[in-house]
């Protein structure tokens, strides 16, 4: 059973890290194949939506037409991610990397579920597993996950690292660019840091912390109109966010 596009692009939304589901045959008839399928496409724009209950019912029905579909067990494994039931993710997770141990997909799902829980070394690990496997279609994406789990763990170093790494396999990674921006903004080099935001913009939309970032790199820069533009979209598209609360006390303008 072949992974159609729509389903794709919709496992790539649910978290920065991808998703992407891979081919895999359970030996089921093809009927059960293309039940578990439609179950899995509808539970998936569910769980994008936030229906959490619509999206188990729809997955559970997708399990039961395949159980060995590892992008069913993927999905699952994030539902339950979301719904903070890490015992029930991390079983799916296993379950899926039992089935194939080399899927990227879930290993690098996998890994943001072991970094958030603070599994660091695990993480890691998985991450890597995910980048080097050769049919992985965006191991960047996995490369940049170390990165930011290691700016999780307090390692700037091997962030920096990392960030790289994910920048010479594709240099329009956004969550690289940015954060590649904030490193060079902390270590003083501010003419580095506006291009890493430039690049980003080029590939992302403003956030709350792109904001913050390009005014205070424009303070240091001494460019008052940009810096002016920055804090006005600031105030105006994010007024309730912790930037906007750094911005009114900063007084900057």
């Not at 996950?145 to 960030?163: H, M, P, Q, S, V």
Request: hydrophobic share 35%; net charge neutral.
């Amino acid at each position: 059973m072949r992974i159609n596009r729509v389903t794709y692009l919709l496992l790539l939304l649910l978290l920065l890290p991808a998703c992407a589901p891979v081919n895999e045959t359970s030996g089921l008839d093809t009927r059960s194949n293309e039940v578990a399928e439609a179950n899995l496409n509808v539970g998936i724009a569910y769980l994008k939506r936030g229906e959490y209950n619509k999206a188990l019912d729809k997955l559970n029905k997708a399990y039961e037409a395949d159980p060995r579909y590892t992008p069913t067990l993927n999905a699952l494994g994030l539902l339950y991610q979301k719904l903070g039931n890490n015992e029930k993710a991390e079983q799916y997770f296993k379950q899926s990397l039992g089935i194939r141990s080399d899927d990227a997909y879930t290993l690098n799902n996998y890994g943001q579920f072991l970094c958030i829980n603070d599994r660091y070394t695990e993480a890691e690990d998985a991450f890597k597993k995910a980048a080097a496997n050769p049919l992985y279609e965006t191991p960047e994406i996995s490369l940049a996950n170390i990165g930011t789990c290691a700016l999780r763990n307090g390692d700037k170093e091997k962030a920096e690292k990392y960030f790289r790494l994910a920048l010479e396999k594709n240099a329009r990674v956004a969550p690289a660019l940015i954060q590649m921006g904030q490193i060079s903004y902390d270590q003083g080099n501010y003419l580095s840091a506006r291009g890493y935001l430039q690049r980003y913009l080029e590939v992302a939309r403003h956030t709350p912390a792109s904001l913050w970032l390009g005014i205070r790199v424009e303070k240091e820069l001494g460019d008052k109109d940009t810096l002016s533009s920055y804090a006005l979209l600031l105030r105006n598209n994010f007024p309730d966010s912790d930037e906007a609360a750094l911005l009114r006390q900063s007084g900057l303008r």
